[in-house]
C-alpha cells in the first residue's frame, strides 16, 4: 500500500473546505447529511471546520450491483430522521467514483422539498464518472486506483487508518 495523503495534508485540505462551506452558508441554518460509513471521519473532522451552526443526520445507502435493477437505481437502507423540507442540505461523502449512487439520493433529497442540496466529496475521481454530477465542494482530485483509509474501506477493513493509501492490485 502506497500513501497517497497524509493526515497532515488532509487535515490543511479539510479546514480549507470548512471555509468555504461556511462562506457559502454564511448566517444559514445548515443541515449536513453523511453517507456512511465511509463518510464518518471526513465528516467528523468537516464539521468542526464549519462555522456555522450545523445540524446532522446520517444515511445509509446501497447500489443494486447486480443487473436486475434500473441502472443508478440506489437503496436507501437507513433514511434520514429530520425534516429537511425548506432547509439548505449539504450531503457529505467520502469519494464519488460513478456518481450513481450520489445522484439518486440527491435527487431523492430535492424530492424532500429542501431549499437548496449541495454535494462535497473528499476525493473525487472524476475520470470515472457516468452520473451528470460533479460536487459543488471537494477535497482531492484523483485518478489512481482504489484507495482505502480515513474511512474508505476494501471489504470493511482500513477504514480507521488516519492516512489515505492506494491499494496495490
Ligand atoms: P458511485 O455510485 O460509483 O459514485 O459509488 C461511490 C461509492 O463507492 C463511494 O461512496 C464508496 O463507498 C465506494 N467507492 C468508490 N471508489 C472507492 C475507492 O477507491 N475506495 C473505497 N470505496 C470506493
Ligand atoms: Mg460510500
Same mark, same amino acid.
Given at each position: 500500500m @502506497?500513501?497517497?495523503?497524509?493526515?497532515?495534508?488532509?487535515?490543511?485540505?479539510? @479546514?480549507?473546505?470548512?471555509?468555504?462551506?461556511?462562506?457559502?452558508?454564511?448566517?444559514?441554518?445548515?443541515?449536513?447529511?453523511?453517507?456512511?460509513k465511509g463518510?464518518?471521519?471526513?465528516?467528523?473532522?468537516?464539521?468542526?471546520?464549519?462555522?456555522?451552526?450545523?445540524?446532522?443526520?446520517?444515511?445509509?445507502?446501497?447500489?443494486?450491483?447486480?443487473?436486475?435493477?434500473?441502472?443508478?437505481?440506489?437503496?436507501?437502507?437507513?433514511?434520514?430522521?429530520?425534516?429537511?423540507?425548506?432547509?439548505?442540505?449539504?450531503?457529505?461523502?467520502?469519494?464519488? #467514483?460513478?456518481?450513481?449512487?450520489?445522484?439518486?439520493?440527491?435527487?431523492?433529497?430535492?424530492? @424532500?422539498?429542501?431549499?437548496?442540496?449541495?454535494?462535497?466529496?473528499?476525493?473525487?475521481?472524476?475520470?470515472?464518472?457516468?452520473?451528470?454530477?460533479?460536487?459543488?465542494?471537494?477535497?482531492?482530485?484523483? #485518478?489512481?486506483?482504489f484507495v482505502v483509509g480515513y474511512g474508505l474501506d476494501y471489504a470493511e477493513q482500513y477504514r480507521a487508518l488516519?492516512d489515505i493509501y492506494v491499494l496495490d492490485?
Amino acid at each position: 500500500m @502506497k500513501v497517497l495523503f497524509r493526515a497532515d495534508e488532509i487535515a490543511e485540505r479539510v @479546514k480549507v473546505l470548512g471555509r468555504e462551506i461556511s462562506s457559502c452558508y454564511r448566517g444559514g441554518d445548515l443541515m449536513v447529511i453523511g453517507i456512511l460509513k465511509g463518510s464518518f471521519m471526513f465528516l467528523s473532522d468537516l464539521v468542526r471546520q464549519i462555522d456555522a451552526p450545523v445540524q446532522l443526520d446520517f444515511v445509509r445507502l446501497s447500489s443494486y450491483m447486480n443487473a436486475r435493477e434500473p441502472q443508478g437505481t440506489v437503496k436507501i437502507t437507513m433514511d434520514i430522521e429530520n425534516d429537511i423540507k425548506g432547509r439548505d442540505v449539504l450531503i457529505v461523502d467520502d469519494i464519488l #467514483d460513478t456518481g450513481q449512487s450520489m445522484l439518486a439520493f440527491r435527487r431523492h433529497l430535492e424530492d @424532500k422539498s429542501a431549499q437548496s442540496v449541495r454535494v462535497c466529496t473528499l476525493l473525487d475521481k472524476t475520470y470515472r464518472r457516468q452520473a451528470p454530477i460533479q460536487p459543488d465542494f471537494y477535497g482531492f482530485r484523483i #485518478d489512481d486506483g482504489f484507495v482505502v483509509g480515513y474511512g474508505l474501506d476494501y471489504a470493511e477493513q482500513y477504514r480507521a487508518l488516519p492516512d489515505i493509501y492506494v491499494l496495490d492490485t
